[in-house]
């Protein structure tokens, strides 16, 4: 883990194609308890395989576990991203499979999945270690003319940030 910087920080320019992976699961009958077991293992598998393979393009990750579980990570590109859901010799295609082949419309637990590519971003952290975005491409101290939003919007080429009075 980072280790805390007081200094306001903000992450540095992501390179083109960085792309943020949202997935996650919700247990719905948690009576059924080998489809939501049976989809919290593969997901650790996954993290597992994609730390100990670096080169499959995954950047860094966080998991959440609250009302659902959820991972927030930070991928070289979108092509990676589905390099790797599509791989033969990777986790994730014989999980999915599974899932699909045993649990898919059942409503037995319920899985879900975002993807963007980054774009037109700002971010802000203080007191703590990079986090999130600047975690993943790296942190820089905010400078002048980045303390609002709306400057760190513009200061990363947001086109309409520079509506913003």
Not at 4 to 12: C, F, I, L
Not at 71 to 97: E, K
Not at 121 to 143: D, F, K, Q, R
Request: proline share 5%; aromatic share 10%.
């Amino acid at each position: 883990m980072a280790r805390p910087d007081a200094r306001r920080m903000t992450n540095v320019a992501p390179p083109e194609g960085t792309t943020l992976f949202l997935i996650g699961m919700r247990v719905t009958k948690p009576w059924r308890v080998r489809a939501w077991v049976g989809v919290f293992a593969a997901m650790a598998r996954i993290l597992g395989h994609l730390r100990a393979n670096r080169g499959a393009g995954m950047l860094s990750h966080r998991l959440y576990l609250g009302s659902s579980a959820m991972v927030v990570s930070y991928w070289s590109s979108a092509d990676d991203l589905r390099r790797f859901a599509a791989a033969a010799d990777a986790p994730h295609l014989p999980a999915w499979r599974w899932f699909t082949r045993n649990f898919a419309d059942t409503n037995s637990v319920g899985i879900w999945h975002e993807t963007y590519v980054i774009g037109e971003h700002e971010t802000i952290s203080s007191g703590m270690g990079a986090w999130g975005l600047a975690e993943a491409v790296g942190a820089e101290p905010i400078g002048s003319g980045q303390a609002t939003a709306a400057a760190r919007l513009a200061h990363n080429g947001c086109p309409a940030a520079r509506r913003v009075p």
